[in-house]
């Protein structure tokens, strides 16, 4: 099947595509009337100025990014095939990873299908096409999907800002079946609870898996401070985990109530308690009250979600720092995280140490959490290795 060509411009990144970069900016391609003139989610083929053959991907001449790279062979075809052959190898690892279906199934680039996020939660699955060649495809995705996974369920989600800055629609709908309430998760000893249609993102943060695991390691016998808590996710396994108490605290009552009902379906209700207010109010709170804990655990929303929110961001997780820092009993742990893609771990980890020295502690760095292997890293894209945890032991 023709499909149009594109080109880039003279000096532009040939070699990088070849060997490996996800991406061509818009400003690095000819546009040209012809150009301009294509479909956004088109898949085009890429040349470079000598019309020497780079690869085959999704073109968006509305966006910043121009071109999405699907494949470096020439000839290829972007049809079932293609979407088969990509689903089945991510599947193959995280059947591999994980006994239970319930992870990302598709990681964007790092799978090979660059601004498609898939979470699996058993029988159900929620896709994210956040890029216009994957939304042009979806009705093909999503069968795709169903054939290969076997899940019943599909829901579109089309929330957040990546659509739009692709200049794509914001309606989220069932692709495939429906549901009437959570999904339950079973994970790290608890059974957590994702509102697909309603929750935040997909519904729950399987990235964080890992760092809750190795939190749930020191909390035995332990009190709980879980700050930005979502749905509990520090909470519940640090009580499977044999911890006396968890209290958590989030700005969102609906995500505490999917918490409180993890809780309760996972045994903990008695031991699990919930705060629902801004997150340094509550901090100050327990400041004055001299409260302590023996862990706790500041897991906040991007602070610097892109570059030019970097300076201001690190002066937030500083502050958390700072503020959770005297909450932590002697000999006790602080878990600080960190989602912004734009804020690294030498910089996240400079303003976080820098925050408890202000608050007159002195730490030890036990471990250093990253996404769980669900969510691979793109070698070419240092943005996708964006979560960072730290753990610290504090006197």
Not at 52 to 81: C, E, P, W, Y
Not at 140 to 145: F, G, K, T
Not at 329 to 349: E, I, P, T
């Amino acid at each position: 099947m023709d499909m149009p060509v594109i080109r880039l411009r003279p000096k532009g990144p040939s070699q990088a595509l070849r060997f490996g970069a996800p991406w061509a900016y818009t400003d690095t391609l000819v546009m040209d009337r012809r150009t301009r003139n294509i479909p956004p989610g088109t898949i085009v083929r890429l040349e470079d100025e000598n019309r020497a053959h780079i690869g085959t991907g999704g073109f968006n001449a509305a966006s910043k990014i121009g071109f999405r790279m699907l494949d470096r062979l020439d000839g290829v075809q972007i049809n079932a095939d293609w979407l088969k052959a990509r689903i089945e190898t991510a599947l193959s690892l995280r059947t591999r990873l994980y006994a239970e279906p319930f992870y990302r199934l598709i990681h964007a680039e790092a799978d090979g299908m660059p601004g498609v996020v898939v979470d699996r939660f058993g029988d159900a699955a929620v896709i994210q096409p956040n890029a216009a060649w994957a939304d042009l495809l979806l009705p093909q995705i999503a069968d795709v999907l169903a054939s290969v996974t076997g899940v019943t369920t599909i829901y579109k989600n089309a929330s957040g800002r990546s659509r739009a800055l692709e200049g794509l629609d914001d309606e989220s709908l069932f692709l495939a079946g429906s549901l009437d309430g959570p999904v339950d998760v079973p994970m790290n000893g608890a059974i957590y609870k994702a509102d697909i249609t309603g929750g935040q993102k997909t519904g729950l943060f399987f990235d964080q898996r890992p760092n809750h695991a190795f939190a749930a390691q020191l909390a035995k016998g332990q009190d709980i401070l879980d700050m930005f808590s979502h749905v509990g996710g520090f909470s519940l396994a640090a009580l499977a985990a044999g911890a006396a108490s968890a209290h958590a605290v989030d700005a969102s009552e609906p995500a505490l109530e999917l918490a409180r009902a993890g809780a309760a379906a996972s045994g903990f209700a008695k031991q699990f308690t919930t705060q629902s207010g801004d997150a340094f109010a509550a901090l100050d709170g327990f400041e004055k009250e001299a409260r302590q804990f023996g862990i706790v655990v500041c897991d906040p929303p991007a602070f610097a979600p892109a570059k030019p929110a970097l300076e201001a961001g690190l002066r937030a997780y500083e502050r958390v720092a700072r503020r959770a820092a005297p909450l932590v009993s002697q000999g006790g742990y602080l878990v600080l995280c960190s989602c912004s893609h734009a804020a690294d771990l030498a910089k996240f980890r400079e303003v976080s140490l820098r925050g408890v020295s202000k608050a007159g502690r002195r730490a030890q760095i036990l471990h250093t959490g990253a996404a769980g292997p669900d969510h691979p890293t793109h070698p070419y894209l240092a943005e996708s290795s964006y979560l960072k945890a730290l753990f610290l032991r504090l006197n």
